[in-house]
């Protein structure tokens, strides 16, 4: 079992392009979780799943969109990348309680 | 905003040393749990204590939880290099369903040799 696994590692964007991320996990859990990582600021949750077809936000949801189209795959979108949203971006997924979490996408906005 | 305080931000002690970590949040929770990470890597689940739990043990690692004064602490006895990591604290505060986490700003955890 590969787990969870996040596309791409990391990518530099300039200032108003576009770019999806993708989280893949293999475990057939229900519920999904797109978090961002800032220095000094541990994890806030941008947007999660509860199962194939729902979305919900998070804590700090604007500036992405996210689909869950599949069970398996949770995407996260950002449509006019800026630089605030410079960060590491984590996946996760859990069946009941415990979380699991991809190896993280860097992402720089320029 | 961030649920979770952890204290100390930054730890480092000897191997064999045991390390004690402190979490503190602000409302009612379902569960605490810890996480660890390594430098640039994902988060990995250490352990989880609920609500009508006061302590728990796993391996070298002890956690208590204390829902009176909102507080949690994570001891690692008999510390390893390869605990070098930073810890985070997460609570599931069981509102909106879907298990959501509320993370701490996490301890960097230093074991020197």
């Known amino acids: 079992n590969a787990g969870v696994t996040q596309t791409p590692k990391f990518r530099v964007l300039k200032t108003g392009q576009s770019m999806t991320l993708l989280c893949a996990q293999d475990m057939n859990h229900e519920y999904m979780y797109w978090y961002r990582q800032d220095p000094g600021m541990g994890l806030r949750l941008i947007h999660y799943s509860v199962g194939e077809g729902t979305t919900a936000k998070g804590e700090v949801p604007d500036g992405y969109n996210v689909s869950r189209l599949k069970k398996q795959n949770f995407l996260l979108g950002l449509e006019s990348a800026a630089p605030s949203q410079t960060s590491v971006y984590f996946c996760?997924?859990?069946?009941?309680?415990?979380?699991?979490f991809g190896p993280g996408t860097r992402l720089l906005v320029l | 905003s961030q649920q979770g305080e952890e204290d100390p931000q930054a730890l480092s002690i000897q191997e064999g040393e045991n390390a004690t970590m402190n979490c503190s949040y602000k409302t009612s929770i379902n569960n605490l749990q810890w996480y660890r990470q390594n430098s640039g890597r994902g988060l990995v689940h250490l352990i989880l204590i609920r609500s009508n739990e006061r302590e728990k043990h796993s391996g070298r690692l002890r956690v208590t939880l204390d829902t009176s004064k909102k507080s949690s602490s994570l001891l690692i006895t008999a510390s390893r290099a390869a605990d070098t990591a930073s810890y985070f604290c997460?609570?599931?505060?069981?509102?909106?369903?879907?298990?959501?986490?509320?993370f701490g700003t996490g301890t960097q955890l230093k074991v020197e040799l």
């Open positions: 996760a997924s859990s069946y009941i309680e415990t979380q699991y």
């Open positions: 997460a609570t599931d505060g069981g509102s909106g369903g879907g298990n959501k986490l509320t």
